[in-house]
């Protein structure tokens, strides 16, 4: 077995163990909504796993790393605090409702199947660039791409952040109950923190892509982009908002939809 098998194999095995303890957790409390923060604590956890492995060391390695580990950390939390804030999550209760409906399924198997199992593959797909671009030796300083890489990654990070804080200040001021949220970074873009999030992982493969095999990994960031913006991300999002807020439309329509730009006039009225 080749040294970069081991390494894919392991990270696979800590995903698993990482996903059954969390099951098992949600199991006991009877809610699966913690599974969303995984996918901020998960990645942290296969960036350190590879870093350890490999024996760390390098300038890449813990750029990486470190860039990875911090924003799982700062993501893992933030989610952990607003599932503790808004309960558990309307998605998965109908989800796993109609599987006890429909199929007959218990909310244990159904958990299992239907939510944890269908994610743990997907974390470690996107995942790749902190897997592959740390196993090759060299080179082992950051050049020019790297810094690049690590500068869009930090870029992406305060930008993330900055756009959940701005949401969390506006969420709780009940003046603004029912309102669209249109100001500081939401303003340019309606989804600020999914943007951050590909700018960190794009980061992240222009580090790993100067070594050639992590340039393989670029999978990972184009599949949480696609994730992001055509499947799971403001597929899923925005139509509840459209129901829930009525001006979402214009937002909708004078705002852009992913990268930041200057929002068009608002419609008359």
């Not at 081991?6 to 990270?11: H, M, Q, R, S, T």
Request: positive net charge.
């Amino acid at each position: 077995m080749t040294h970069l098998a081991e390494i894919l194999i392991i990270d696979i095995a800590v995903i698993v163990a990482l996903f059954l303890s969390a099951w098992l957790i949600c199991m006991a409390i009877g809610d699966v909504t913690p599974v969303d923060s995984l996918w901020g604590f998960g990645l942290g956890v296969v960036a350190i796993a590879t870093y350890l492995q490999t024996g760390g060391g390098t300038e890449r390695r813990v750029a990486m790393t470190l860039l990875c580990a911090i924003w799982a950390a700062r993501l893992g939390t933030y989610m952990l605090s607003r599932w503790r804030s808004h309960g558990p999550d309307g998605r998965y209760i109908r989800l796993l409702e109609r599987a006890k409906a429909d199929r007959g399924y218990s909310f244990a198997y159904a958990s299992l199947t239907m939510v944890f199992l269908r994610q743990l593959p997907l974390l470690w797909l996107v995942s790749l660039p902190v897997q592959l671009g740390q196993i090759p030796d060299e080179p082992a300083t950051l050049g020019s791409a790297g810094w690049a890489g690590l500068g869009l990654g930090v870029f992406g990070f305060f930008f993330e952040s900055i756009a959940d804080w701005q949401l969390v200040r506006f969420k709780k001021d009940s003046a603004n109950a029912g309102k669209v949220m249109d100001r500081g970074l939401w303003r340019y873009t309606r989804h600020p923190n999914y943007f951050g999030d590909a700018c960190v992982w794009f980061g992240l493969w222009l580090i790993a892509a100067e070594t050639t095999l992590g340039r393989y990994s670029i999978i990972g960031p184009l599949f949480l982009a696609y994730t992001l913006t055509s499947w799971s991300g403001a597929p899923t999002t925005e139509p509840r908002m459209k129901r829930k807020k009525p001006d979402y439309e214009d937002y909708m329509r004078r705002t852009s939809g992913f990268f930041p730009w200057p929002p068009k006039p608002s419609k008359p009225a």
